[in-house]
């Protein structure tokens, strides 16, 4: 039986002390003890120290054993250290002792006992005291932060950490969401990847060739920065020749490239393309309520 208890120990102690591995080693996806092999050896040498423990632990306790009496060995018993305990937080008196304390009011033949308090049940109240007086001035008197108003900070923080984060994430833009540059710096990057990839069929001033004039009124595919991000994002119609670029740029190089389209838009190429598609007029932003 005692050998089970010490079994029982060494696995319980070696899982908590695995847990808490787990839990503060940052490893990424993969558990630590494979991330990290120190982890799995501290642990196995972990386990071999606990089960020396109990081992030398064991052979002390049959050894005393061996050397005390009947009546020592009762005795032990009786000081042992949980019994202690639970005569310090219960403070009953035992049953041969009860005499001491009994009442005399007799209910029928059911008789009172005078206990002391549990000192178990007597200290938590006093905590609860403890804490409800610190309670009372946090919230009550120095205006502690409600629950309403600790979750509104939150979400006001992780809004401006996500305002951050957009910032530096230039790639989550999509055709819903994505705005015209006008920095110059950006036009400029606009433009290489113009000259790079699109030229061939556009143009180098973007006159048209293959593919359509980009610099007039009319657009087969819609005009505006939603529409023209779009276009070279998903491609044009199928079997024109214009390919979808969302497999060679990225979002934010689009957003780039159909920036700097929209800078060609009246400049006169000479030799154009003549006009394909619908004339294109920009949608009317509603008027700003004051
Ligand atoms: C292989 C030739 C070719 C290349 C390279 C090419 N395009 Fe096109 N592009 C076309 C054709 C053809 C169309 C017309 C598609 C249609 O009619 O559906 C077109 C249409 C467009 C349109 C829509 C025009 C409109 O009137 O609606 C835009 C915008 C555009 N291309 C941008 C680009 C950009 C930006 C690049 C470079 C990243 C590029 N194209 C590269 C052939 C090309």
Redesign the pocket.
């Known amino acids: 039986m005692r050998n089970f208890a010490s079994y029982l120990r060494v696995l319980i102690i070696v899982f908590l002390v695995f847990c808490a591995a787990e839990y503060f080693i940052d490893s990424g996806d993969k558990p630590a003890f494979i991330e990290y092999p120190q982890v799995g050896l501290f642990l196995i040498l972990f386990t071999i120290l606990l089960v020396s423990v109990e081992v030398v632990a064991a052979s002390m306790n049959a050894l005393t054993k061996a050397l005390l009496s009947e009546e020592q060995l009762k005795e032990a018993e009786e000081n042992s250290w949980s019994k202690n305990l639970i005569k310090k937080l219960t403070k009953t008196k035992p049953i041969e002792e009860e005499g001491e304390i009994i009442l005399d009011h007799n209910y029928d033949g059911i008789k009172e006992l005078d206990n002391a308090l549990p000192p178990w049940w007597l200290y938590g109240f006093y905590a609860t005291i403890v804490f409800a007086a610190i309670y009372l001035f946090k919230y009550h008197v120095f205006n502690g932060d409600s629950q309403k108003i600790e979750y509104e900070k939150e979400v006001a923080a992780a809004q401006i950490a996500i305002e951050e984060y957009k910032k530096t994430a230039v790639d989550l833009v999509d055709a819903n969401t994505v705005v015209a540059l006008t920095e110059e710096s950006d036009i400029k990057k606009g433009e290489a990847?113009?000259q790079?990839?699109?030229?061939?069929?556009?143009r180098a001033d973007g006159g048209g060739a293959?593919?359509?004039?980009?610099t007039d009124d009319?657009?087969?595919?819609?005009?505006g920065i939603k529409?023209?991000f779009h276009?070279?994002t998903e491609?044009?119609?199928s079997g024109?020749?214009?390919?979808a670029?969302k497999q060679s740029?990225k979002p934010s190089e689009?957003q780039l490239?159909?920036s700097?389209?929209l800078t060609l838009h009246g400049t006169n190429p000479a030799d154009p393309k003549a006009p394909?598609?619908d004339l294109w007029e920009a949608p009317q932003e509603p008027a700003a309520t004051e």
Do not use: D, Q, S
């Not at 790079?196 to 556009?202: D, E, L, M, Q, R």
């Open positions: 990847i113009f790079t990839n699109c030229v061939a069929c556009h293959i593919g359509p004039n980009l009319y657009w087969i595919l819609g005009g529409n023209v276009t070279i491609g044009g119609r024109k020749g214009m390919i670029w740029l689009i490239v159909a700097y389209i394909e598609g």
